[in-house]
């Protein structure tokens, strides 16, 4: 297993801006994809961002799509989320999660954070 470990979440205003990283302990396949997915209190958990660990190839939620970006480290084993121009609707938990198909749905990840939560205030 990749455990994943989340960090970066906290409260900010709307409007603001949050960058989360997702650290990754042992080796991650160049073939992994590595994704972002969030969970509002009463919602399902749903699809954020994604992004191929050896391609500069990324796909985005209509929702954060241009405001959200993803991105990777790879000496560190990392992947970020910067996130701007920040939503009250955008609180939620967020989670980063490992799988190896380019995929949005949730059964599709293997491997889970324990999640960070953001909160944005009107």
């Known amino acids: 297993q990749v455990p994943l470990v989340e960090s970066g979440g906290g409260s900010v205003q709307a409007g603001g801006s949050l960058r989360l990283s997702c650290s990754a302990s042992?080796?991650?396949?160049?073939?992994?994809?590595m994704a972002w997915f969030r969970q509002a209190p009463g919602k399902e958990r749903e699809f954020v961002a994604l992004r191929r660990w050896s391609r500069d190839s990324t796909l985005y939620a209509d929702s954060v799509k241009g405001r959200f970006t993803i991105s990777r480290d790879s000496a560190s084993n990392t992947v970020f989320l910067q996130m701007n121009a920040l939503k009250v609707e955008d609180t939620a938990v967020y989670y980063c999660?490992?799988?190896?198909?380019?995929?949005?749905?949730?059964?599709?990840?293997?491997?889970w954070g324990q999640g960070t939560q953001v909160t944005v205030a009107s």
């Open positions: 999660a490992r799988g190896s198909h380019y995929a949005t749905d949730v059964s599709s990840y293997n491997f």
């Open positions: 042992g080796r991650i396949y160049s073939s992994s994809v």
